[in-house]
């Protein structure tokens, strides 16, 4: 129940993120171990977020509940299509 919750709580974050950042958006699931999964988002503007659930088939189960958003690897495509502000590179950076 609780994972459910969490899978529903993080669709909706994501759902967010493709309204604010444009349609398509892309999702890469990252296998973080004992922590769980990350899903990073990257949006049609280029700008990024994420979301961490407790495992990978969540992760994927959010990529799937939500419209508009799209799975995809750390491609040359996923890759360039990243827009990384000076706000981002300093909070990248511990600033």
């Known amino acids: 129940m609780a994972e459910d919750k969490k899978v529903a709580r993080a669709a909706r974050t994501a759902s967010e993120f ?20 990350r899903v990073v988002l990257v949006g049609d503007d280029g700008a990024m977020g994420d979301v961490v659930l407790p495992d990978v088939a969540s992760a994927q189960a959010v990529v799937a509940a939500v419209t508009d958003l799209e799975a995809h690897e750390w491609d040359r495509e996923t890759t360039a299509a990243v827009r990384i502000g000076p706000a981002h590179r300093r909070k990248m950076a511990g600033k």
Do not use: F, Q, T, Y
């Open 18 to 37: 493709v309204a604010a950042h444009g349609k398509p958006s892309r999702a890469v699931v990252e296998n973080l171990g004992r922590a769980g999964a």
